[in-house]
Nanobody, 124 residues
Framework: EVQFVESGGGLVQAGGSLRLSCAASGFIFDDYGIGWFRQAPGKEREGVACISSSDSTTYYADSVKGRFTISSDNAKNTVSLQMNSLKPEDTAVYYC?????????????????WGQGTQVTVSS
């Protein structure tokens, strides 16, 4: 069973930082990209960042370039998202998922599997 467990969210002031972690299981980690996606209230889920597990190529949404950094530890099947210079518009539930659509950041995970997500709230 494909599973993801996200952690590290919280409440932070604008300009602050958070580090999200994702533990993945139930599939061959190296065969897929692992992405972070987010969904704000009343909005559709969107891609934030993705990393190819095979060659560590990274992809970012324009809205987070230069502020967020995605990294992976293939030995532990974990992916992290370092978020700096946070803005109120970054407020959302953040999810990780495995995808074959890493470059496009389309929220289309393998097996339709999402974790429970972790809430990030940025106050102004």
């Amino acid at each position: 069973e494909v599973q993801f467990v996200e952690s590290g969210g919280g409440l932070v002031q604008a300009g602050g930082s958070l580090r999200l972690s994702c533990a993945a299981s139930g599939f061959i980690f190296d065969d897929y990209g692992i992405g972070w996606f987010r969904q704000a209230p009343g909005k559709e889920r969107e891609g934030v960042a993705c990393i190819s597990s095979s060659d560590s190529t990274t992809y970012y949404a324009d809205s987070v370039k230069g502020r967020f950094t995605i990294s992976s530890d293939n030995a532990k099947n974990t992916v992290s998202l370092q978020m700096n210079s946070l803005k109120p518009e970054d407020t959302a539930v953040y999810y990780c998922a495995a995808t074959v659509s890493c470059p496009s950041l389309v929220p289309n995970p393998i097996s339709g599997s999402w974790g429970q997500g972790t809430q990030v709230t940025v106050s102004s």
